[in-house]
């Protein structure tokens, strides 16, 4: 337990560098700012909102099962596990959204700029959110159409950010399960991929940074778990003598 707890905790360092930098530096976000990176960012957020997030989560859990090569029980049985953490993460997010009532960066600004206050905005039904948020905006050319859609779509509450949780889960996933398979370049582009997605709701008007570093704290907690049930149920993660030889050759080839 104490050395899946090191490798995930190493995982969450690394997501926790950007979120803590911004924090730290005092940005805070405004419409019309890197309107260039606007457009990739959203792709890369829609690959965790629906209906994308489960072809997402389909791919991985496919993907990692290959990486693991478990036999057919043990490989059910992760692929169960791997679906809890990840249903778990976002069932502890609405919990804490729900509690805590944090408002969205964007829908300050919306109370600043329309004067929408927002104890009466989150006071509407969310669908009736969405509709305020589409009437306000239909003249606003500074918004990108994408994103006032976005905006209606994601009207809820900001804390702790449930895209983070599902993204840092994966990635951290990936260190917890892969690492001793010594899968460097999937685990390297699940972070890049992750702190790419938190990058994203911060840019689009959707988190503040605290809702990023508390997300990546509560993925840090039930991966940890996960992998350590992982290893308890489905077997070693270390790779059988058989694998190891293919392991070396990859490692030397740089794979």
């Not at 730290?24 to 457009?39: M, V």
């Not at 997300?215 to 694998?243: D, K, M, N, Y």
């Amino acid at each position: 337990m104490l050395s899946i707890a090191r490798r995930t905790a190493a995982g969450a360092a690394i997501l926790l560098i950007m979120p803590l930098a911004v924090w730290i530096s005092g940005w805070t976000w405004q419409p019309g700012q890197h309107t260039a990176w606007l457009k990739p960012l959203y792709w890369v957020t829609e690959t965790v909102s629906q209906p994308w997030g489960i072809i997402t989560h389909v791919l991985l859990c496919a993907w990692f099962l290959w990486c693991l090569r478990f036999r057919l029980r043990p490989a059910v049985m992760l692929f169960a596990i791997l679906a809890a953490a990840i249903v778990v993460g976002q069932g502890v997010k609405s919990w804490v959204k729900d509690h805590v009532q944090e408002p969205r960066p964007f829908v300050i600004w919306l109370e600043k700029t329309y004067h929408v206050p927002v104890d009466e905005f989150y006071n509407l039904k969310r669908k009736d959110r969405g509709a305020l948020v589409k009437e306000q905006l239909s003249e606003q050319q500074d918004i990108p159409k994408f994103l006032r859609k976005h905006w209606q779509k994601e009207a809820g509450f900001a804390f702790p950010s449930g895209h983070t949780m599902f993204a840092a889960s994966w990635a951290l996933l990936g260190v917890g399960l892969l690492w001793p398979r010594r899968r460097t370049v999937t685990i390297a582009v699940l972070l890049v991929w992750a702190t790419a997605v938190m990058g994203s709701r911060l840019l689009l008007g959707m988190h503040w940074p605290r809702d990023l570093v508390v997300a990546t704290l509560i993925s840090w907690v039930l991966v940890t778990f996960a992998t350590w049930l992982a290893q308890r149920v489905c077997g070693p993660l270390t790779p059988p003598p058989e694998e190891k030889k293919e392991i070396a050759e990859r490692e030397q080839s740089g794979v």
